[in-house]
């Protein structure tokens, strides 16, 4: 019995041991702090679901099918440029290239045209903007709470005739606030 008693007092002080963190001090658990679980439920700034934003990763924004099948398929990856990620889905027989990028501050935002879309009210704080709404594309700002703009647009070829590119700008809007909420 005299074994048993001190064996489990070796595990248990093995395993309090592993509760520290690498430098030694006790808190760094599974659990998540009451700081933590706070921020993660209150108003979501670019910076925090962008990182910096020099090297801003456009492309992680979207999953790897970032819209629904009934949207589109995708025909192209994600492809990555310094200030956007682009991909193409063909939506209704048509081939729609889609971007996601190009962030901006209210100030830049002065004089281009946009209004909030009333009919989605997504969580955190967040906003979005309907902006040029075509024949041939659609355009959607995500406007996060230290009011930068995310520019999310859907440009269909204006040759084939027109589609509803706002659907798949709708879509893949979603798919980055379902993307910057989860992360």
């Not at 995500?142 to 930068?148: C, E, I």
């Amino acid at each position: 019995m005299v074994r048993l008693m001190a064996a489990l007092g070796v595990l248990v002080m093995a395993l309090a041991g592993c509760s520290k963190s690498a430098g030694g001090s006790a808190g760094a658990s599974a659990v998540p702090t009451a700081e933590v679980v706070k921020e993660a439920a209150g108003p979501l700034t670019a910076k925090q679901a962008l990182g910096d934003f020099a090297a801003a990763d456009y492309c992680g924004l979207l999953d790897d099918t970032p819209l629904p099948a009934d949207i589109g398929a995708m025909i192209s990856s994600p492809s990555r440029s310094s200030d956007y990620c682009q991909f193409k889905v063909r939506a209704s027989g048509f081939e729609v290239e889609v971007r996601v990028g190009y962030l901006h501050d209210s100030e830049a935002m002065k004089g281009v045209g946009h209004t909030e879309d009333r009919g989605k009210t997504p969580p955190r704080g967040l906003a979005i903007e309907r902006g040029l709404e075509n024949s041939d594309s659609c355009g959607r700002y995500l406007r996060f709470t230290d009011n930068m703009w995310l520019t999310i647009g859907a440009v269909g070829n204006s040759l084939a005739g027109k589609g509803d590119w706002c659907r798949v700008a709708d879509a893949t809007v979603d798919a980055v606030i379902r993307h910057v909420i989860a992360k």
